[in-house]
């Protein structure tokens, strides 16, 4: 289950309070199996509330991956081991307690380092993203930034910079 939620939160762009449950609010909106739809090699996540989508809801697609972080894979691994009615929360742990922001994080933290935490996941995707050459235009798009906040997320690559001051240097 949390190699599947990484996954889709990391290749989705999510925001944590897009896939993981707050207990503490009133009336929410959580991610449900009704709202993911696996379909021809894409796997399709309806996000109903969001922190700045402008129109909501907003179709969040992940296409199938011959590596071996595949999340259209995992998630129909994660979900042929559960109950997905259209209802119930995606993210279950097998004592019935839903993903938290809390129990990711620490999940993060003991795997990763301390370092690390729910905001990593995004974080990485457009740091990975811009590394791997996907216009700033586009990583903006697949984050749903409707400002220029997406910026402080794309970290810089050492090895891209190396080369840009060597051909500066000339």
Not at 70 to 78: E, G, P, S, W
Not at 108 to 133: I, N
Request: aromatic residues 10%; hydrophobic residues 40%; glycine residues 6%.
């Amino acid at each position: 289950m949390l190699w599947c939620a990484c996954a889709v939160a990391f290749f989705g762009f999510m925001r944590i309070s897009e896939f993981t449950v707050r207990y503490k609010e009133e009336g929410q909106r959580f991610l449900t199996f009704g709202d993911i739809k696996c379909q021809d090699g894409l796997l399709s996540i309806i996000l109903r509330s969001s922190k700045s989508s402008q129109s909501l809801p907003y179709t969040a697609v992940i296409p199938e991956s011959t590596r071996s972080c595949c999340t259209v894979r995992a998630y129909l691994k994660y979900a042929a081991l559960c109950n997905t009615s259209p209802t119930r929360p995606v993210f279950t742990f097998a004592d019935g307690m839903c993903l938290t922001r809390q129990r990711l994080s620490e999940f993060l933290k003991r795997s990763l380092g301390k370092s690390h935490s729910s905001h990593s996941l995004r974080m990485g995707a457009a740091t990975t993203a811009s590394q791997c050459g996907v216009p700033i235009d586009q990583i903006r798009v697949l984050g749903r930034w409707k400002s220029d906040a997406y910026a402080v997320y794309v970290k810089p690559n050492i090895q891209q910079q190396r080369s840009w001051i060597q051909l500066m240097a000339g």
